[in-house]
C-alpha cells in the first residue's frame, strides 16, 4: 500500500510561484511513475503533468508547458511539481498520483494511476 502525502498549496498572485512536494509513504519513490493532476471549481478533474520513474520521461498538459516542471528526487524520495507564472485558471486542488511502474514513458492516463494523495488548494488571485 502507497500513501501520498502533498504539501505546498496555497494562495499567491497572479505570476507568482509555488512548488507543490510528494512524498510516498509505505516505500520508495524509485520504480513508481508519477502524476500531478487538478479539479477545479465546477470543473473536471485533469491532467496537469507526469514523469516516469527515473524522471527522464515527462509530459505536461498543454495549458502548463512552459510554466510547469514536474521533477523527482529519489533520494528524497519527494516528487515535485514547480509552478511559475500562475494564472487565476490554475486555481484547482492539485492532487499527486503514484502508479507502480517501470515503463519508459511517463503516464497520462488517470485510469492508469492506482494511488492518489489527498489534495492540496492552490488559490491564484488575479
Known amino acids: 500500500q502507497v500513501q501520498l502525502v502533498e504539501s505546498g498549496g496555497g494562495l499567491v498572485q497572479a505570476g507568482g510561484s509555488l512548488r507543490l512536494s510528494c512524498a510516498p509513504s509505505?516505500?520508495?519513490?524509485?520504480?513508481?511513475?508519477m502524476g500531478w493532476f487538478r479539479q477545479g471549481p465546477g470543473k473536471e478533474r485533469e491532467f496537469v503533468a507526469a514523469?516516469?520513474?527515473?524522471?527522464?520521461?515527462?509530459n505536461y498538459a498543454d495549458s502548463v508547458k512552459g510554466r510547469f516542471t514536474i521533477s523527482r528526487d529519489n533520494a528524497k524520495n519527494t516528487a515535485y511539481l514547480q509552478m511559475n507564472s500562475l494564472k487565476p485558471e490554475d486555481t484547482a486542488v492539485y492532487y499527486c498520483?503514484?502508479?507502480?511502474?517501470?515503463?519508459?514513458?511517463?503516464?497520462?492516463?488517470?485510469?492508469?494511476?492506482?494511488?492518489w494523495g489527498q489534495g492540496t488548494q492552490v488559490t491564484v488571485s488575479s
Open positions: 498520483a503514484a502508479v507502480l511502474s517501470v515503463s519508459s514513458v511517463a503516464v497520462v492516463a488517470d485510469g492508469a494511476y492506482r494511488y
Open positions: 509505505g516505500r520508495t519513490l524509485s520504480s513508481i511513475g
Open positions: 514523469c516516469n520513474w527515473s524522471g527522464r520521461s515527462t
